[in-house]
Structure formats: C-alpha cells, structure tokens
C-alpha cells in the first residue's frame, strides 16, 4: 500500500486546514485508517481514527471537538478536517492504514502561525 498525504501548509491561529490521505496499490475500504503526528522533540502521536465503515470514530483528547476524520471508499481516501487550529497543532501529519503490515505516508508539514 502506498499512501500520499496532502493539504498541508500554512494556517493562522483558529484558521483551517484539511489534509488527504490518497492510498493506491491496494483498497483500503476494509481497514481502520489513522492520522498521527510529530512535533520535533516528541514521540509520535495519535490523532484520529476511522472504522472501515466509517461508523466509528476515535480521537485524541487535544484534537477532539476541533478536528473530524473522515473517509471516501470509492476514493479509497481519508480526510481530516482541522478546525480552530492552535500553535500546538503544527507537526507533520502522517496517515496509516494497517491491512496487514503497517503503512506509512511521507507526511504533510502543517504550520500554525500566531
């Protein structure tokens, strides 16, 4: 599976942004999809899943109420809307998708500017 992450950049305080996850070579629609992230200096963090269904949700506490996961099967994509963005929310963003082996995107920087 490959995954390619886009959407990120720039974005003011409280401002949006919303990132894609695209996977190809392999349909995802049968899998649990996640965001992380990674702030220099710190480990890898959850920020969000979505079932296969796209039923069911799950999300860390700092990005819960601000940031919703979403997924389009026939796209075999997820999204993640990031609402009401703070300084803290500037990491690299990664999608994975784990149909077996676990995989990773590149990552997509995202910068919140005060």
């Known amino acids: 599976v490959q995954l390619a992450e886009s959407g990120g950049g720039l974005a003011h305080l409280v401002g949006s942004l919303t990132l894609s996850c695209a996977a190809s070579?392999?349909?995802?629609?049968?899998?649990?999809r996640s965001w992380y992230r990674r702030t220099p200096g710190k480990e890898l963090e959850f920020v969000a899943l979505i079932t296969a269904s796209g039923s069911d949700t799950n999300y860390a506490a700092s990005v819960k109420g601000r940031f919703t996961i979403s997924r389009d099967n026939a796209k075999n994509t997820v999204y993640l809307q990031m609402n009401s963005l703070k300084p803290e929310d500037t990491a690299v963003y990664y999608c994975k998708a784990v149909t077996g082996p676990a995989s990773w995107g590149q990552g997509t920087q995202v910068t919140v500017s005060s």
């Open positions: 070579g392999f349909t995802t629609s049968s899998y649990i």
